[in-house]
């Protein structure tokens, strides 16, 4: 799995792939993550990636030609399955989305600013827009990398236990249930009995009850299937 990020602030995103799970898969060669700065496409003397908006109004609109010739440039080398423009106004990332992406070859992310991305890039180039919650962002920054490690974690081998991906809140529309290590009693605070009986059947019935219930409590609509 190959994934392409496109941005205006590379350095912003230089940390969050430099450590723990998404720097060793990239290590492992299970990954590759390139970051891309827009301004280095741009052919204008002062290297400009932003205009004022045709008609008028507050906000810079980020300019056709370089993320153009960006996108072209990596299309000229390798066939992307998706072309995915970060946007507040986008589809609102879910489980099942990350997991589809982690499916295929060669994905390109486009961070948006300012008001957002002239928008025939959107008509002629993206192929899906996302948005990771209903708030703002300063930039679409911090949405890609959380987008990024959503996809890598599922990726075979990435994760020291396999299975552990599997067991996560969501794949089964369940959230987790409760966890505990030792000690078995901090400040007379004790772990369930049940997590020390040792009697595997019983726990796995515990645990699912439990995850059922918190999943009643916190987000039943994750039970409803909307
Ligand atoms: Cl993808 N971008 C920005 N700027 N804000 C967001 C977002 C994306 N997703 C949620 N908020």
């Not at 290590?27 to 290297?47: F, M, Q, V």
């Not at 072309?83 to 948006?112: F, H, K």
């Not at 002629?124 to 890598?152: K, Q, W």
């Not at 019983?202 to 039943?220: D, F, M, N, S």
């Amino acid at each position: 799995m190959r994934i392409d990020i496109l941005t205006i602030l590379p350095d912003l995103l230089q940390g969050p792939f430099s450590d723990s799970i998404l720097k060793r898969a990239q290590e492992k060669g299970l990954a590759e993550i390139h970051i891309h700065n827009i301004r280095d496409y741009s052919t204008n003397k002062h290297k400009q990636v932003d205009d004022y908006q045709y008609g008028g109004g507050a906000g810079m609109v980020m300019s056709i030609e370089p993320i153009a010739a960006l996108i072209e440039h990596l299309q000229s080398e390798r066939k992307y399955d998706e072309i995915i423009y970060m946007t507040p106004d986008g589809e609102i990332l879910e489980q099942a989305l990350s997991n589809r992406l982690s499916l295929v070859d060669n994905i390109m992310i486009l961070c948006g600013h300012y008001k957002g991305v002239d928008e025939r890039i959107r008509e002629h180039y993206i192929t899906r827009e996302v948005s990771i919650g209903s708030y703002v962002l300063s930039g679409g920054e911090l949405a890609a990398a959380v987008l990024t490690d959503s996809i890598i974690r599922l990726l075979p081998g990435v994760l020291n236990d396999e299975t552990s991906a599997l067991t996560d809140s969501f794949q089964d529309n369940l959230l987790s249930p409760p966890v505990y290590t030792r000690p078995p009693e901090y400040n007379g605070w004790k772990v369930p009995e049940v997590l020390l009986s040792g009697d595997f059947g019983k726990i796995e019935k515990w645990r699912e009850e439990q995850a059922l219930e918190r999943t009643k409590q916190r987000r039943p609509d994750l039970l409803n299937g909307e």
